[in-house]
T-cell receptor, first 112, second 113 residues
């Protein structure tokens, strides 16, 4: 069975600073990994996904994530935070079983 | 291409009643999944349907049920509502396979009083 751990329920960054959101997973098979963002009173929007191949994945809005099998991690980064990045971010894993298992989420606050 | 639509967006029900939520997937998507989001439990998988067949089901009581129609639209039903069923119910659609990315609707906010 798969599971996801997101380290840090809240992250506060200054505008222009690096955003780093941590995600570790456990999976019994090669996983497919996803990052989603949720703005207040909205559904989830896909930022990026890892399937196979290149371990550095680029997504929308300047985000990218690196899959590290040895560390069972899939951390999300953005070099320069913008005020519009304030939202809740979810890491998720799929084991080809038609469902996503989500982490608890990380709320990002951006300080001016 | 239009996104996933969910109706209604907001719903208030009384304990003991039942409720039906509706989801229309992205055109061409044949898989529909449902998730419950609460502050305490986070995002939890309810069930997934493809071609009117349930392929996977989460760990929820039998009061939670769903179905999918031939046009891929889906409904979920919760009977005998409890206060703890208050949540944001999210529907997601994807193309077909178990690892396809899922595209989410805006959700239905259910409040049980």
């Amino acid at each position: 069975a798969q599971s996801v751990t997101q380290l840090g329920s809240h992250v506060s960054v200054s505008e222009g600073a690096l955003v780093l959101l941590r995600c570790n997973y456990s999976s019994s098979v090669p996983p497919y990994l996803f990052w989603y963002v949720q703005y207040p009173n909205q559904g989830l929007q896909l930022l990026l996904k890892y399937t196979t191949g290149a371990t550095l994945v680029k997504g929308i809005n300047g985000f990218e994530a690196e899959f590290k099998k040895s560390e069972t991690s899939f951390h999300l980064t953005k070099p320069s935070a913008h005020m519009s990045d304030a939202a809740e971010y979810f890491c998720a894993v799929s084991e080809n079983d038609y469902k996503l298992s989500f982490g608890a989420g990380t709320t990002v606050t951006v300080r001016a | 291409k239009a996104g996933v639509t969910q109706t209604p967006r907001y719903l208030i029900k009384t304990r003991g009643q039942q409720v039906t939520l509706s989801c229309s997937p992205i055109s061409g998507h044949r898989s529909v999944s449902w998730y419950q989001q609460t502050p305490g439990q986070g995002l939890q998988f309810l069930f997934e349907y493809f071609s009117e067949t349930q392929r996977n089901k989460g760990n929820f009581p039998g009061r939670f049920s769903g179905r999918q129609f031939s046009n891929s639209r889906s409904e979920m039903n919760v009977s005998t509502l409890e206060l703890g069923d208050s949540a944001l119910y999210l529907c997601a659609s994807s193309l077909r396979t178990g690892n396809d990315e899922q595209y989410f609707g805006p959700g239905t906010r259910l409040t049980v009083t």
